[in-house]
């Protein structure tokens, strides 16, 4: 089974920038992409980016776009999210996922248990 540790969240200043890792435990398999979600206080979780074995096929938010970039380190078998020109809006909880389907319905199969990122002005 796969177990995912998020860490590097935080307080950061509004237009600061903010790296959030994900170490996975387990296998991930070529066929699965790696993302990241989110979910602010009494709102759903969303999307926020994945990307598969091709660094070229990372998607993102319309929200985050051009601020944050997805990379996965599969050496270290770790996920990045590079969080650049923080605004208030992007905090929240942020979780980790690993899944087959994160590209295309948007969906995880595994979790974790997610870090705080709180932007404040």
């Known amino acids: 089974q796969v177990q995912l540790v998020e860490s590097g969240g935080g307080m950061v200043q509004d237009g600061g920038s903010l790296r959030l890792s994900c170490k996975v435990t387990?296998?991930?398999?070529?066929?699965?992409?790696v993302g990241w979600f989110r979910q602010a206080s009494e709102k759903e979780r969303e999307f926020v980016a994945a990307v598969g074995w091709n660094p070229t096929s990372a998607i993102y938010a319309d929200s985050v776009k051009g601020r944050f970039t997805i990379s996965r380190d599969n050496e270290k078998n770790t996920i990045y999210l590079q969080m650049n020109d923080l605004v208030e809006e992007d905090t929240a909880v942020y979780y980790c996922?690993?899944?087959?389907?994160?590209?295309?319905?948007?969906?995880?199969?595994?979790w974790g248990q997610g870090t705080q990122v709180t932007v404040f002005s």
């Open positions: 996922t690993v899944g087959p389907r994160l590209l295309t319905a948007r969906t995880g199969d595994y």
């Open positions: 387990g296998r991930i398999y070529n066929w699965e992409a």
